[in-house]
């Protein structure tokens, strides 16, 4: 057993939705390790920003601007990075949305976007990325679930939904491309601060009741989501398929 086996050296990277929040720091991560990144969002003035910001502390990164939940898009553009870039080794499904709303009165509009967002996008990205993994018999796939693919909390029915579903696509993912040499796991963040958690960071309530109901007593740190992805994108996880890491301060494990 050595480092070695956590070593990205030479392995090329697509994250999505990384030009802020959790992808920008996974990105880091797996760059701080070895690995080149491409980075993606919809927004490009942004994505230049992480791009410029990755770049500056030493990491080779690219950034690829595409929206995750148009699947001809999406299609074009993992075609483009493996032409003209090189091929993906590594990729991590990390674009996701939050839209809150009691279920009784929530938008179908609203509930098929966040659907689009957090689910579809994982099968088009997937899909895309996993035709040229099993071509090359290796790949790994890396899914942003949640403590809600675990469990729920009011005003956020659709989105548990969605990371259920990231759960179970994950051991689906698993079951179809374990054959190929892909390993497909998941990430389950706890509550960590970011622009898509602003509502609850400025809730002075809710920080107070996370900090007594998170055996940490705090906040997680974006950083500390890095460990997991860097072990899950190495070949120290090479016979490790279809599992959800959480990395939650012990949010699931108490009541
Ligand atoms: P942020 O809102 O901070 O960042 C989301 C990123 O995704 C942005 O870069 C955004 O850029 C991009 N994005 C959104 N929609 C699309 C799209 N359709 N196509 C391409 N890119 C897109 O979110 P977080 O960092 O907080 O969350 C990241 C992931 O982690 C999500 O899947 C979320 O559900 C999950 N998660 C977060 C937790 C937390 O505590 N923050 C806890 C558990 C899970 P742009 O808008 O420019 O496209």
Same mark, same amino acid.
């Given at each position: 057993?050595?480092?070695? $086996?956590?070593? @990205? %050296?030479?392995?090329?990277?697509? &994250?999505?939705?990384?030009?802020?929040?959790? #992808? $920008?720091?996974?990105?880091?991560?797996?760059?701080?390790?070895?690995?080149?990144?491409?980075?993606?969002?919809?927004? =490009?003035?942004?994505?230049?920003? /992480?791009?410029?910001?990755?770049?500056?502390?030493?990491?080779?990164?690219? #950034?690829?601007?595409?929206?995750?939940?148009?699947?001809?898009?999406?299609?074009?553009?993992?075609?483009?990075?493996? /032409?003209?870039?090189? +091929?993906?080794?590594?990729?991590?499904?990390?674009?996701?949305?939050?839209?809150? #709303? +009691? @279920?009784?009165?929530? *938008?179908?509009?609203?509930?098929?976007?966040?659907?689009?967002?957090?689910?579809?996008?994982?099968?088009?990205?997937?899909?895309?990325?996993?035709?040229?993994?099993?071509?090359?018999?290796?790949?790994?796939? &890396? !899914?942003? #679930?949640? $403590?809600?693919?675990?469990?729920?909390?009011?005003? &956020?029915? *659709?989105?548990? /939904?969605?990371?259920?579903?990231?759960? !179970? @696509? %994950?051991?689906?993912?698993? %079951?179809?491309?374990?054959?190929?040499?892909?390993?497909?796991?998941?990430?389950? *963040?706890?509550?960590?601060?970011? +622009?898509? !958690?602003?509502?609850?960071?400025?809730? *002075?309530?809710?920080?107070?009741?996370?900090?007594?109901? %998170?055996? =940490?007593?705090?906040?997680?740190?974006?950083?500390?989501?890095?460990?997991?992805?860097?072990?899950?994108?190495?070949?120290? =996880?090479?016979?490790?398929?279809?599992? &959800?890491?959480?990395?939650?301060?012990?949010?699931? =494990?108490?009541?």
């Amino acid at each position: 057993m050595s480092i070695q $086996l956590f070593d @990205l %050296t030479g392995k090329r990277a697509l &994250i999505t939705g990384s030009s802020q929040g959790i #992808g $920008l720091s996974l990105a880091e991560g797996l760059g701080k390790a070895g690995a080149s990144v491409i980075l993606n969002a919809r927004t =490009a003035s942004r994505l230049d920003e /992480a791009v410029t910001a990755l770049r500056a502390a030493g990491i080779d990164a690219t #950034g690829v601007a595409f929206d995750v939940t148009d699947h001809v898009k999406v299609s074009e553009a993992v075609a483009k990075i493996e /032409a003209e870039i090189g +091929p993906i080794d590594i990729l991590v499904n990390n674009a996701g949305i939050q839209r809150r #709303g +009691p @279920l009784e009165d929530y *938008p179908i509009d609203t509930w098929h976007e966040i659907v689009r967002a957090n689910l579809d996008s994982v099968f088009f990205v997937s899909q895309a990325v996993g035709k040229f993994m099993i071509g090359r018999q290796r790949g790994k796939i &890396i !899914n942003i #679930g949640s $403590l809600m693919s675990e469990q729920a909390r009011y005003s &956020i029915a *659709p989105y548990t /939904a969605t990371k259920g579903a990231v759960k !179970n @696509l %994950t051991k689906g993912m698993c %079951t179809d491309w374990a054959r190929y040499n892909i390993q497909i796991n998941a990430i389950g *963040p706890g509550y960590f601060a970011t +622009p898509l !958690n602003k509502a609850l960071v400025e809730n *002075p309530e809710f920080d107070s009741w996370l900090k007594k109901r %998170t055996p =940490a007593g705090r906040w997680g740190r974006t950083e500390e989501l890095q460990g997991a992805a860097i072990f899950l994108a190495s070949s120290a =996880a090479d016979f490790v398929n279809g599992q &959800i890491i959480y990395v939650d301060g012990g949010v699931l =494990a108490t009541i």
